[in-house]
């Protein structure tokens, strides 16, 4: 995946490069109009040089600089050595090429003559190139330093930025200073006044949870007492709907220890090394009375054991059994272990394909069976993430499903 670069980088980038293409443009620019110039200057020499040759007496002695050629000769007659090619160029100022040289020529007819100048650029292009090589030298000095100071500036500008966004970053105390920029400054102060205000409201929920919790176990405890003091004194055939009121208290607590593990978050205890094939047996049990008729295939092999809190392991597999149990009308829920991972299958009505991808959601049931809340796989992976475990589901309608717990950590 491809890194995405922070804003500060961003505008260092984009103010070095609109700068590098102004240079770039106005080099271009200088060079093209030095170049436009030198055409100029080189057809000013040749028209001044043939001025200067005709107003002189035909008798005179002609003396021209080395890159100044001079043919002539009477009108119908061809200019001794004057290339063949010159002799069809109309009167003017023109550009020849012989190879890879360039030539600028003049062309007059005055006195009875036909006079031609030729204007070895030879020197003129190496100006030129001199030229060039110095603008090029130049605008890649000037676009390193704007590179340099774009960056440079970025950072100046960000500065305040980027250290309110790390602050955000590793929830850490925001400072806000009188140094900072008005609208920096304003910013920090809404953030740490909404970081101050989330403190309260989580502060707040937790101890409404705990007093919520509190008040709803003490009235489960004493019905479960009740229950089983009532199972001591009660005749036999009343002892199985006892036993339903038991089940269903442990249900409900149960519920209540995972809303509230949803709700503040998973509090690992102390961990010990626990057998896994007892532990699914554990569960197993406290499923309810209906549906006995499922057969439980526990494939775990005895020595097994994990490192892992009691109270989350036992909370984990009750909620992948049950959640099995729930789903299943017929056949059987099976567990087994190998390679580290914990598999419990059913052979359930499955998951539709599109509901598969949401199952580990608060509250995102998978079927449309009247019992259960959605709660359970959101519970499973929230105890997962705790503990560092991985896991992933694998469902086909119709044939049942099977969750996966790797109780090895993850990377």
Same mark, same amino acid.
């Given at each position: ?121 030879? &020197?003129? !292009?190496?100006? *030129?190139?001199? #030229?060039? =090589?110095?603008?090029?030298?130049? /605008? $890649? +000095? ?108 442990? &249900?409900? !607590?149960?519920? *209540?220890?995972? #809303?509230? =593990?949803?709700?503040?978050?998973? /509090? $690992? +205890? ?142």
């Amino acid at each position: 995946m491809t890194r995405k670069l922070s804003l500060q980088q961003r505008l260092a980038w984009a103010m070095s490069a609109l700068t590098s293409a102004a240079i770039i443009i106005f080099a271009i620019a200088l060079s093209m109009a030095a170049e436009e110039r030198e055409e100029d200057l080189i057809n000013e020499v040749v028209n001044t040089a043939l001025d200067g040759i005709i107003a002189q007496p035909a008798t005179a002695n002609l003396s021209l600089p080395k890159h100044l050629q001079l043919f002539h000769a009477p009108l119908g007659q061809t200019p001794a050595q004057l290339p063949p090619e010159l002799l069809k160029f109309p009167l003017g100022n023109a550009e020849w090429y012989q190879g890879d040289l360039e030539f600028h020529v003049g062309v007059r007819e005055a006195n009875g003559e036909r006079w031609y100048v030729l204007y070895n650029t030879e &020197e003129h !292009e190496r100006r *030129l190139s001199t #030229l060039h =090589l110095w603008l090029l030298m130049s /605008a $890649l +000095g000037v676009i390193g330093l704007a590179w340099i100071c774009g960056h440079f500036l970025a950072n100046s500008l960000l500065a305040q930025l980027a250290r309110l966004t790390q602050s955000v970053q590793n929830d850490t105390p925001v400072d806000v200073s009188e140094a900072m920029d008005e609208e920096i400054a304003i910013l920090a102060q809404r953030i740490a006044q909404s970081r101050d205000a989330q403190i309260q409201l989580l502060a707040r929920e937790r101890q409404f949870t705990a007093h919520l919790s509190h008040e709803i176990r003490t009235p489960l405890t004493r019905i479960r007492t009740s229950a089983e003091l009532l199972l001591d004194t009660s005749p036999p055939p009343l002892h199985r709907r006892i036993d339903k009121i038991v089940s269903s208290v442990d &249900e409900v !607590e149960g519920k *209540l220890r995972g #809303l509230l =593990l949803l709700a503040r978050g998973v /509090a $690992l +205890g102390q961990t010990s090394t626990l057998s896994l094939a007892a532990a699914l047996n554990a569960a197993e049990q406290r499923l309810p009375d209906t549906k006995r008729e499922l057969q439980w295939k526990n494939q775990v092999d005895t020595d097994i054991q994990v490192e892992a809190d009691p109270e989350l392991l036992g909370l984990l597999l009750d909620n992948l059994l049950s959640n099995a149990w729930r789903y299943t009308e017929q056949g059987s829920v099976s567990a087994s272990y190998a390679e580290g991972e914990l598999t419990v299958s059913d052979t359930g009505c499955g998951i539709d394909p599109t509901a598969l991808p949401h199952v580990f959601e608060p509250f995102r049931r998978a079927s449309d069976v009247a019992e259960g809340h959605g709660l359970g796989l959101a519970i499973v992976a929230a105890i997962c993430n705790r503990m560092g475990w991985h896991y992933h589901i694998h469902s086909e309608v119709g044939k049942g499903s099977s969750v996966v717990i790797g109780f090895q950590k993850k990377p």
